[in-house]
């Protein structure tokens, strides 16, 4: 038998089994009228002919029509929730329900077709999910196997040069894996702060300086404004170090040679707020509004695709909020806000 007989068959089953309560009922209900006329008429057996008996099977026949109208306007939409549980049980989550029969079936309806749609959706990010971290796998492994069977066939010396070329796609893994881990503790709620007073001027300065040899490679420069009164930041300093270290990287790759790199930090109502600004060309217009999402990458992007997703969500464990804009004479604007310490 194929699903939708099996699907078919459940809903006619569960239709019999209302029908047979509401039988039920009208039995009992007749049989109940029946005995309120009797005691009302003393039971004599004038009563239980003529007018009287008329009157009981004219209201039996009224009760079975009302009973039969509401059957039909319950017994058909629960039929249908039942049926489409019964398929998204088994995956189909594209199925609906048609919102009808009273106001209250109604409701249970659309929330059926609401729920229906997020399990949808949250099945399909799982299934991107899985493919974006098997590709963005695929590239040093595949890397690191050609690597050793090179080795293996003297293709490639086995020197140092070849074990520096396998460290480094084996630390492009850790890495990934790293990112992968701290995404899910975050979007799972389960990531653990380890909030202090800290001081941003000397976290913001001692990120930058974990790229002095790349702004110095390509002639950049970076430009920290803080103002002296700013007060401490509660925060996890590592988690924040992440934070920056993201929005700078993003920042030195996209700058142009040459180009300024500004962070300006700055309180407000009760808030520290960061801005990170590169000197690149900007935020494509159709990127802007998915740069924030896993795996998302532009054109001109080299990285996974995580640390963008990984500074929001950080952010966002934090109480604060982030956003991306462009710099109107050019290049892209990062701003995050922090909690300060009271």
Known sequence: MNRGARWTRGRARFVRRLAVAFATLLLLSALGLSTLVSMLTGGSAAARTGAPFAVLVALGL??????AIAMRRIGGPLGDIVEAADRIAAGDY???VVEHGPPSLRTVGRAFNSMAATLGSHNELRRQLIADVAHELRTPLSVIQGRIEGVIDGVYPLDQAQLGQILIETRMLTRLVDDL???AHAEGGSLTL??????MAVLLHEAVDAFSAEMESGQMS???RVPPDLPLALVDPLRVREIVINLISNAVHHTKSGGMISIDVAPSEHRIVVTVTDAGTGIAPDDLPKIF?????SASSRGSGLGL???RDLVAAHGGEISAANRPGGGAIFTFSLRVDD
Do not use: N, S, W
């Open 62 to 67: 009224v009760l079975a029509g009302v009973l």
């Open 94 to 96: 594209a199925v609906r």
């Open 222 to 224: 970076v430009q920290i």
């Open 181 to 183: 881990r701290t995404l």
């Open 293 to 297: 999402d896993r795996f998302y990458k």
């Open 194 to 199: 380890h909030l202090e007073p800290t001081d």
């Open 309 to 311: 997703p990984i500074a």
